[in-house]
């Protein structure tokens, strides 16, 4: 829908008719984008225990034990291994799938678990690769997120979870040899199914014996629930760099699924600076049997293991159970509203849900108007209380065309909820126009 051209009144005429409209204006918002994270409301995720996980690491050792000191790609261990999983995963209450792929002229194996109930459409998935390299058992890498994973999946059965979004849980094959099992399974999703995917979580080497706390920075909205957990527990964190693009997140990542986890480091140096965040030794490897044969149950940092494993539930529950809105989320109006000249004011409505707490600090607002002199306009946020928030004030020198900008508002004092509106008023004559779109985004 467009207008033609109106003609224009002087300005002189402009500025009678404008005259001590200013005076009552708002403070106006400043022009710029807001994405501040979402909040989250979701149920509380119990205490995974220690010992279970632990339990899972001593098995993975005796499967290694008894096949040749190791669990890699086209070995008896791995197979072993992934049995073992499975198994827990089906008496448990899971639906499981393996899936076959061919590497290095071997038969591989991923094992995905799917726990009933959730939204199809909206699908969780948390992610490990289950196969250690050739010359060691591979405890922390990556026996230690296989346990983690394992264990929260048995945790949902032991709560009889019933999340709102669908919960998929995953151990990779022959991750050591390239991603290839993750790259294989996303590979062969179709587009249709990859687009339900609105989360992967990944835990590689998560109780390193001389830990760091590494929150992947991939996705916004996963990350925070991440650093959120920590936080909480008065831990620090720092972006992980060593391993990014190199574990199974990166499979989802490159097709563009939204992707976050955890690790606690590998053959990196720990600095002087980490040692004053997390104890440990300075100069020495986060995990110095990285990829070797004294990778054994002797190889994991028990604090480092229960807290990641504690956090990768949290994630899970959190993601799964509540409504989480990504940064950036907007809510947005579409529908022309004619705005008479020189009349009374108009509204726009936008009604925004599914969020928890107030409004953010930096709340963009994105306004689209079409007038031929938007000199005569005066435009408002009105929150759902009715608070007003000034955008624009009129003004006589202003004589292009059309308002097309965004506007940053505080709104912490506002709830989020309700029914937001855009109010624009033509204080003067001659000129015409509507508003053509407007949006929130939190």
Not at 116 to 142: E, F, R
Not at 195 to 204: A, P, R, V
Not at 269 to 284: E, H, R
Request: glycine residues 10%; hydrophobic residues 40%; charged residues 15%.
């Amino acid at each position: 829908m467009k207008f033609s051209a109106f003609p224009r009144r002087t300005a002189a005429a402009a500025a009678i008719a404008l005259a001590g409209l200013l005076a009552s204006a708002a403070p106006a918002a400043t022009a710029a984008p807001a994405a501040p994270a979402a909040p989250t409301s979701a149920l509380a995720a119990p205490d995974i225990p220690l010992a279970n996980v632990k339990a899972h690491l001593t098995q993975l050792q005796s499967i290694a034990t008894a096949n040749g000191g190791n669990r890699a790609h086209g070995r008896a261990g791995y197979k072993a291994s992934l049995d073992h999983v499975k198994a827990k995963l089906d008496a448990a209450g899971f639906t499981t799938a393996i899936q076959q792929f061919t590497s290095s002229g071997a038969t591989g194996y991923n094992l995905i678990a799917d726990w009933p109930g959730g939204d199809a459409n909206q699908i969780v998935m948390a992610g490990a690769h289950l196969d250690s390299v050739s010359s060691g058992a591979g405890i922390n890498d990556n026996g230690s997120g296989s346990a983690g994973v394992l264990e929260t999946a048995l945790a949902v059965s032991r709560a009889q979870l019933q999340p709102t979004k669908h919960l998929r849980f995953a151990w990779w094959g022959a991750e050591e040899l390239g991603l290839v099992g993750s790259k294989y399974y996303v590979n062969n999703l179709p587009a249709a199914e990859r687009s339900k995917i609105s989360g992967y979580l990944n835990f590689d080497m998560i109780g390193s014996p001389n830990p760091g706390y590494f929150v992947y920075d991939d996705d916004p909205a996963i990350e925070k629930v991440l650093k959120d957990y920590f936080a909480g527990l008065g831990v620090a964190t720092e972006i992980e760099t060593e391993g990014d693009g190199r574990s199974d997140h990166a499979s989802f990542k490159n097709v563009g699924i939204p992707v976050g986890g955890l690790f606690t480091g590998a053959g990196r140096t720990k600095t002087a600076a980490q040692v004053q965040k997390w104890g440990g030794t300075a100069g020495q490897a986060f995990d110095r049997c990285y990829h070797s044969s004294c990778d054994t149950t002797a190889n994991i940092n028990d604090t480092a293991l229960d807290r990641n494993s504690d956090a990768l539930a949290h994630a899970v529950w959190t993601l799964s159970t509540g409504t989480t809105v990504p940064p950036g989320e907007a809510y947005e109006s579409t529908t022309d509203v004619a705005i008479p000249d020189n009349g009374a004011a108009v509204t726009s409505t936008v009604t925004v849900t599914g969020r928890t707490g107030n409004a953010p600090a930096t709340l963009s607002v994105g306004v689209d108007i079409r007038h031929t002199w938007r000199g005569d306009l005066v435009v408002d946020l009105v929150a759902p209380d009715g608070s007003a928030y000034r955008l624009k004030n009129s003004s006589s020198n202003d004589s292009a065309d059309n308002v097309v900008a965004t506007y940053t508002v505080n709104a912490s004092s506002e709830p989020a909820n309700g029914a937001w509106k855009l109010r624009v008023q033509d204080v003067a004559a001659q000129d015409t126009g509507y508003i053509n779109s407007w949006k929130l985004t939190f």
